[in-house]
């Protein structure tokens, strides 16, 4: 007998178990990792997404019209706030909207205020009662019958 028949009759080729038991290994990890982020909980930014794109091009004209007003409306941060600057007209003509503080990682943080302008047309937002991290300030209002909206995010410490 050859060399080579009695090698082939002792060994054995273990290739099939292995690529076995990589798949099997696989499997056990994907299915682990679909089972824990499937108990995870997701945090959508508004339960109504679906109706409020369907009205973003309002939104967009909205946008166009507060880029016009130029520098007259606009936002300031500053250390411990930040301040909202609405048109000159807004200080002496009543405006409504409303200015909303939003935490994209914590929906239940959100806070929404009314505009409250000051002679200045000027709006404060002090930063004591937020939890630091990334927030978005949206304002919209209504001026003379127009829609006007502009955001920025910023950071509290």
Known sequence: MSMKAV???????????????VIAVFLVVMLSV???????????????????????????????RTRALGR????????????????RAMASMAGEGHVLLYRPSDRSADRS?????????????PFTHLSSGLWRIQVQWTMRGEEYYMEQPFMVP
């Open 113 to 125: 205020l009314p505009i409250v302008a000051d002679s200045a047309a000027q709006q404060a937002m």
């Open 7 to 21: 090698m082939s009759k002792t060994t054995k080729n273990r290739w099939p178990l292995g690529i076995v038991l």
């Open 34 to 64: 679909t089972g824990y982020l499937m108990t995870q909980d997701v945090n959508l930014v508004t339960d109504t997404y679906y109706e409020k794109e369907l009205g973003y091009q309002t939104r967009i004209k909205a946008m166009e």
């Open 72 to 87: 007259d409306a606009g936002f300031v941060t500053t250390p411990g706030a930040i301040i909202v600057q609405y048109p």
